[in-house]
């Protein structure tokens, strides 16, 4: 049975992120299908240039969760009750949407599936990840060791089946449940004995200035953009994160750049 990276796209904003990470995975030269999981939020218009890169198109539903379990996980809602205080999620970040996710386990013509967020590159080739057991999830590391304690669902490696996701539909619309990081929670809770990755599989861009000295541009196999997207015009850390967001610019509009020449972060070793 063949692998596949997936992605999900649940407006305009994703599908062009999902551009830049297909783009980024190509480069790599993985013979990986790269699967684009697409809700009804997105238009067939924006689907095309993922179509042109050969990606499949597979569209998915939200999932049949109830109208309480849907009414407190709605962005007014659960950003009210447990708000981001490390950064900034966008507008269009849509908290339903990423239960969505969890459609990549009736992807069962695939044998392993790598899910990688839309908002994030591979900088070079990481399938070797298809030899990682289900579940395996870097940490959600991106201030200070502390982090390791959980995972971060950017980048996860999993096993498609049709018995695991019934499961997960059973464990998630519980009486009352409220997951506060969304599908990260959930996962993290549905596989309490989840496998670490490398964080290098999942640097996530805030360890750019919060961690400098973890930063290894020879090292890094997936780059996640999470908070604010490279792609926001009023992205409020840009100055910042400036050459992470040039890169990403880059991989979006098919320009190839050495990783190897890109700066390290200030107070890098």
């Known amino acids: 049975m063949a692998n596949a990276f997936v992605t999900l796209v649940t407006n305009a904003d994703y599908t062009m992120g999902a551009m830049a990470l297909a783009r980024s995975i190509q480069r790599t030269g993985t013979h990986a299908d790269i699967v684009v999981l697409h809700t009804g939020g997105v238009s067939q218009d924006d689907l095309l240039p993922l179509q042109s890169l050969g990606c499949r198109m597979v569209a998915v539903e939200h999932l049949p969760l109830s109208d309480a379990f849907n009414e407190r996980h709605a962005r007014r ?11 900034r999620k966008p507008n269009f ?13 009736q992807l069962t013509d695939y044998q392993t599936c790598v899910f990688i967020d839309a908002d994030a590159l591979v900088l070079k080739n990481v399938d070797k990840l298809f030899d990682y057991p289900e579940f395996s999830a870097a940490p959600n590391l991106y201030e200070s060791l502390a982090d390791f304690r959980r995972l971060n669902s950017g980048v996860f490696v999993a ?3 049709l018995a695991t996701f019934e499961a997960m539909l059973v464990a998630l ?4 449940a409220f997951w506060r990081r969304t599908d990260q929670t ?3 809770a549905f596989f309490p004995d989840w496998h670490g990755l490398p964080v290098f599989m999942n640097m996530l861009q805030y360890v750019w200035f919060n961690m400098p ?5 020879r090292s890094i196999g997936i780059l996640h953009y999470q ?3 490279p792609w926001e015009t009023d992205h409020p850390r840009s100055n910042e994160l400036k050459p992470l967001i040039d890169l990403w610019h880059a991989f979006h509009d098919g320009r190839v750049i050495d990783i190897r020449s890109l700066p390290p972060p200030a107070g890098a070793a």
């Not at 619309?173 to 009352?176: C, G, I, M, R, T």
């Open 173 to 176: 619309d519980q009486p009352d």
């Open 159 to 161: 096993k498609p089946s």
């Open 227 to 229: 908070y604010e997207k």
């Open 93 to 105: 970040h849509t908290p339903l949407d990423n239960f969505c996710k969890l459609r990549l386990w």
């Open 213 to 217: 000295g973890l930063w290894d541009w």
């Open 77 to 87: 809602n659960l950003h009210g009750a447990a708000p981001f205080t490390k950064g």
């Open 186 to 188: 959930f996962l993290e």
